[in-house]
């Protein structure tokens, strides 16, 4: 079946151009678009996507506050949300995360990694871009917590293994530059981050990064 994907942005240019490369591809289906946050709540119930490719600044609702009610408690469907961010890296970026995005991509990405990050997000995966994500939290470090706050009593509960893998899924490290850096198997690997997930509580990788930049784990700009 092809993943049904909704365009939200305020540009109708921005939105075309999504569509022609999308519908270009046979297991993608672009079902609707929407200028602003509200009107992507109203098409997410009437259309059920399975991904949304959500603009942040628009009018009437940003897509902070769209992506935080779409992947919410009490949701309509099972809609992901993959943030569409400048190259400047727009400062919301963060907070989306937090809200329940399941990645981001930059407005001016290649076709392909457009096509290929919709593909990720949909089969269930975190769109975690390692240079970019890195890029993005030591910029906006400002607006995370300085690290000097009490570890939070989640993070004991992982083991020294796990809090070394936590950290580099926080630096943006796939699982198989985190094996050969732990000289163990990508199988391996995967078993320690699905445990750092049900521990802490996290959907994905990219609230992982999140949460090692917010417990104090990893520090802005640290090597």
Do not use: C, W
Request: proline share 5%; charged share 25%.
């Amino acid at each position: 079946m092809a993943i049904r994907v909704l365009l939200v942005d305020d540009q109708p240019l921005l939105r075309t151009g999504f569509r022609m490369i999308l519908e270009a591809e046979q297991d993608i289906a672009v079902v609707g678009e929407a200028g602003d946050g509200l009107q992507a709540l109203d098409q997410v119930r009437a259309l059920q996507p399975d991904v949304v490719l959500m603009d942040i600044r628009m009018p009437r609702m940003d897509g902070v506050e769209a992506t935080r009610q779409i992947t919410g408690p009490g949701r309509d469907g099972p809609a992901k949300v993959l943030v569409l961010t400048t190259f400047d890296l727009d400062e919301y970026v963060v907070e989306a995360l937090r809200a329940g995005a399941s990645g981001f991509l930059l407005k001016d990405a290649p076709a392909q990694e457009l096509v290929q990050a919709i593909r990720v997000v949909a089969s269930g995966e975190a769109m975690l871009a390692p240079s970019i994500t890195r890029r993005l939290l030591d910029k906006y470090a400002a607006k995370l917590p300085s690290g000097e706050e009490p570890v939070p009593d989640t993070l004991h509960t992982l083991t020294d293994r796990e809090v070394e893998v936590l950290k580099l899924v926080a630096k943006g490290l796939s699982n198989a530059e985190i094996a050969a850096d732990l000289f163990v198997s990508e199988t391996t690997v995967k078993t320690h981050v699905g445990h750092v997930l049900t521990k802490l509580g996290l959907r994905d990788r990219v609230q992982a990064a999140v949460y090692a930049y917010e417990s104090g784990l990893v520090r802005p700009g640290a090597g």
